[in-house]
């Protein structure tokens, strides 16, 4: 498992994100349009090609512009 050949991957199927690894699982953070994840056909394409490089498992990490997980009220 290579989360910097997967990040490469995905880049060139038009993903903008940056990937790290842990363990077996493959955490995706989008660099610009989160919206594109809204997309089945770009969630499938994602899991495919990190079952391709190893990966059981893919979690999408959604960060807001101050960086917090959630939304602060």
Not at 39 to 53: G, I
């Amino acid at each position: 498992m290579n989360a910097a050949s997967l990040g490469t991957d995905l880049v060139g199927l038009g993903v903008d994100c940056d990937v790290e690894a842990r363990e077996r699982l493959a955490i995706v953070r989008p660099q610009s349009d989160v919206g594109q994840f809204a997309r089945a056909e770009t969630r499938a394409a994602v899991v495919r090609a990190a079952r391709l490089h190893g990966f059981t498992h893919v979690a999408v990490e959604i960060v807001g512009a101050d960086d917090a997980p959630l939304p602060r009220a």
